[in-house]
């Protein structure tokens, strides 16, 4: 159970921040949700709190760990498949699972991909998605701009 002022990563959405704990009915089903907000885009997500497990909620990583992260993007990627849907699944399964490291990898293989070959539609939104995600984990975790930060990860990227 998580509690008000809590930073939580919410798998596919990013990180944020427990604003409050609150009931709700929804299709005439009463739960309890927290309500969580995003810093990129002020965005506000209810997430029901007896899903926390099933969905892969956790705690932001520390800010050691975000230091780790700055270390691996830009890193050179496997690119596993040239087959475009297998390479969009395995990306997809790597982001669902919510390990920052996997969406890390994501975002360098896509960035590699991108300089290589170019990227399809789906495999540009992945990429904006991707680096979303990690943007809005490191906010929190190193207390920085959105902004700074976004610059910061397309320097790193840009090597």
């Given amino acids: 159970m998580y509690n008000i002022g809590d930073r939580i990563v919410y798998p596919m959405h990013g990180a944020g921040v427990i604003e409050s704990i609150e009931e709700k009915e929804i299709l005439g089903n009463t739960q309890s949700y927290y309500v969580v907000k995003i810093p990129i885009g002020e965005m506000r997500v209810l997430i ?23 270390m691996l993007l830009g890193s050179k990627s496997d690119i596993t498949t040239a087959n475009w849907n297998k390479r969009y699944r ?50 929190l975790a190193k207390n ?3 902004c700074e930060l976004e610059n910061i990860i397309d320097n790193f990227l840009s090597h």
């Fill in 48 to 70: 029901p709190t007896g899903n926390v497990n099933h969905i892969g909620i956790r705690e932001i990583i520390s800010e050691t760990d975000a230091d780790k992260v700055f």
């Fill in 144 to 146: 920085m701009d959105p």
């Fill in 90 to 139: 395995e990306n997809m399964d790597k982001m669902k699972s919510g390990n920052i490291y996997e969406v890390v990898d994501v975002v360098n293989a896509l960035i590699q991909r991108e300089r290589e070959k170019g990227l399809s539609t789906g495999e540009r939104k992945m990429l904006s998605s991707a680096k979303q995600i990690l943007i809005s984990e490191l906010v």
